[in-house]
């Protein structure tokens, strides 16, 4: 009995550093969302290129996950995350002079794409194989709470440092590194949980045939909101109607509500089970409802409400696709299968650009409220699925 004790301590131990080392990568994806308008400033941008900035993150994300979750089940999960966790921090001193060089700043986000796609996809297949078989639904919350959690907090001390420090466009991501250096040295204590080398094609998202099914019909559509809600909330919604003039930290206060509404929903929704999934697609219809409201009427208040909706929405979906990928896949293609899932997740980062676009050809507010009906009909699809299986 004291054995099994101390094998659980060990165990939690270790889930513990990986959320933590998880939390620390992840703070620095958002730091850039609130400096956005400080880099419509310094650089003369437009709104559609701020969102192409935001959106060239997607690209560098879809690109790592085609390699990373495959890789790891072959080479293993820490000798992949270690190394880009390191990399996070060099990409965070890249910013660093992008205040005044636009190709530094896509780079940038490129790169920030490259690290998450494969730190978030293989760490959360690592929490899944330390967790063990009865631990799946609890990696799947220490992932996407851990993940959400870094989202939110990003952006809020991006913006109250940008806002109120001496270096706007610095200080964020020095704070962001010294942190990112705790992280590591919690990830450095990790063992690694893959031991038989699987010889197999990198370049793929490695569906297992019994998981094909489920994934279409179930996992890609809720992986519409998991970022898109977000997306949505930290970067579109502040550009259409905060105005020049009103402060950095009020942009990041609104992406840190979305994001820290996602970690909470994320916690809440292992009780939900199979309704987590539509009533995530409802939160973020409601939420996006609401921040088209806002933008007629210039309502500044709104998006507050409209960012906790849409971000509530946001955990939800992350909660129930994560925790379906977790039984669904086999250990030796579990890398795979949760980059697969990530994905279409991140490919929800494209959203605000092609409502962007979709703006500047049919009007901003036809645009934004035609994108409501597509979470409400995809919660329609998703609930009916769940009552099917």
Do not use: K
Request: charged share 10%.
């Amino acid at each position: 009995m004291p054995d099994a004790a101390v094998q659980r301590d060990a165990v939690r131990r270790r889930l513990d550093a990986l959320t933590f080392g998880l939390f620390t990568v992840a703070l620095g994806t958002n730091i850039p969302t609130p400096l956005l308008l400080v880099y419509r400033r310094t650089l003369g941008l437009s709104d559609a290129d701020l969102t192409a900035v935001f959106g060239c993150y997607a690209v560098g994300l879809m690109a790592a996950l085609t390699v990373s979750g495959a890789a790891s089940d072959r080479f293993g999960r820490r000798a992949l995350v270690l190394p880009f966790a390191v990399v996070a921090g060099l990409v965070s001193l890249l910013f660093l002079p992008a205040v005044d060089h636009l190709p530094l700043l896509y780079a940038g986000r490129l790169l920030q794409g490259v690290v998450s796609g494969v730190v978030f996809s293989v760490a959360n297949a690592w929490l899944q194989d330390l967790a063990g078989p009865d631990g799946q639904r609890s990696a799947a919350t220490r992932g996407a709470v851990s993940t959400s959690l870094g989202f939110a907090v990003a952006p809020a001390m991006s913006g109250v440092l940008a806002q109120y420090g001496p270096a706007p466009t610095t200080l964020p991501y020095l704070v962001h590194v010294a942190v990112l250096a705790v992280g590591v040295g919690a990830l450095v204590t990790v063992p690694e949980t893959v031991h038989v080398r699987r010889p197999g094609r990198l370049m793929t998202l490695g569906l297992p045939p019994e998981a094909r099914r489920p994934f279409w019909a179930v996992l890609a559509p809720t992986a519409v909101g998991v970022f898109a809600f977000p997306a949505i909330a930290a970067t579109l919604l502040p550009l259409l109607v905060v105005p020049d003039g009103v402060g950095v930290a009020y942009a990041g206060l609104i992406g840190g509500l979305a994001l820290a509404a996602s970690a909470v929903a994320a916690r809440v929704g292992r009780r939900a089970e199979r309704g987590a999934a539509p009533l995530g697609m409802v939160l973020g219809a409601l939420g996006h409802g609401l921040g088209v409201v806002g933008i007629v009427t210039h309502a500044e208040p709104l998006l507050l409400p409209a960012a906790a909706l849409l971000g509530g929405g946001a955990g939800l979906c992350l909660t129930a696709g994560l925790t379906l990928t977790a039984r669904l896949a086999p250990p030796h293609t579990r890398g795979a299968m949760n980059s697969a899932f990530y994905a279409f997740a991140y490919a929800g980062f494209g959203t605000p650009l092609l409502l962007a676009w979709l703006g500047s050809a049919v009007g901003t507010v036809p645009a934004m409220s035609a994108f409501t009906v597509v979470p409400l009909a995809l919660a329609g699809w998703l609930w009916a699925a769940a009552r099917r299986s």
